[in-house]
């Protein structure tokens, strides 16, 4: 399956302690999204990156959050000092220019559930 | 700013009838969009993209969805529901020359035997 990859899929943790998520974008895709889904709402945008270049942040993501793409490969996304608010489900996606038509389709992971306690 | 609105939480169907889960959308730049299928446990799928082309525009497992500019809508359709189709749909924009999605809180389509 060459399709995107995040791990773990489910986390659980207590308030005040510090998460990390990691995503695998499909190969050679050059952008990668972080989105966050609470219950009964769609995804919302968190931040996203070209190849290692962290290109825009959502005013969702406050301080406690940072997002790496090191190599413009994997990135990861940590939680610092987490509140139950954080609990959500964080979905990770990847996208390529295609030619000359650029439709950025971005292809989604299953997503890492997170529950704090 | 861009925004979408789902008008329907939720659709109830009998297999075989008609699927319409309708979607209005606000965008400052013409759009790009997209409806995403999420099946319980699974990630999200693309089933249909909009992008300043034909605005009837044909997805996969049959559903289509047709664009409107002059009612800013983008509902999605299927002649026949089937019980794999159960999950929640999802109508996205994307204005043009940005990255980013913007979702709509989703529609929850059930289907009954």
């Known amino acids: 399956d060459t399709g995107v990859s995040q791990n773990p899929r489910h986390k659980i943790t207590k308030r005040g302690q510090n998460v990390t998520f990691r995503c695998d974008p499909i190969s050679e895709h050059n952008r990668l999204y972080w989105y966050r889904q609470t219950l009964g709402q769609g995804p919302e945008f968190l931040t996203y990156f070209q190849n290692e270049a962290q290109l825009e942040k959502s005013r969702l993501l406050s301080d406690r959050f940072s997002a790496e793409r090191p190599k413009g490969s994997f990135s990861t996304l940590e939680i610092q000092r987490t509140e139950q608010g954080d609990s959500a489900m964080y979905l990770c996606?990847?996208?390529?220019?295609?030619?000359?038509?650029?439709?950025?389709?971005?292809?989604f992971g299953p997503g890492t559930r997170l529950t704090v306690t | 700013a861009q925004s979408v609105t789902q008008l329907d939480s939720h659709v109830s169907v009998s297999e075989g009838t008609p699927v319409l889960l309708r979607c209005n959308y606000s965008?400052?730049?013409?759009?790009?969009l997209f409806w995403y299928v999420q099946h319980p446990n699974k990630g999200l799928q693309l089933l249909l993209k909009y992008t300043s082309a034909a605005t009837l525009v044909k997805g996969i497992n049959g559903f289509e969805a047709e664009f409107k500019k002059s009612e800013t809508s983008f509902h999605l359709t299927k002649p026949s529901a089937h019980m794999s189709d159960a999950a929640e749909y999802f109508c996205?924009?994307?204005?043009?020359?940005?990255?980013?999605?913007?979702f709509g809180k989703g529609t929850m389509l059930l289907v009954s035997p």
């Open positions: 965008s400052s730049y013409s759009p790009s």
């Open positions: 996205v924009v994307r204005p043009s020359g940005y990255s980013t999605l913007t």
């Open positions: 996606a990847s996208s390529s220019p295609s030619g000359l038509a650029v439709s950025y389709e971005q292809y």
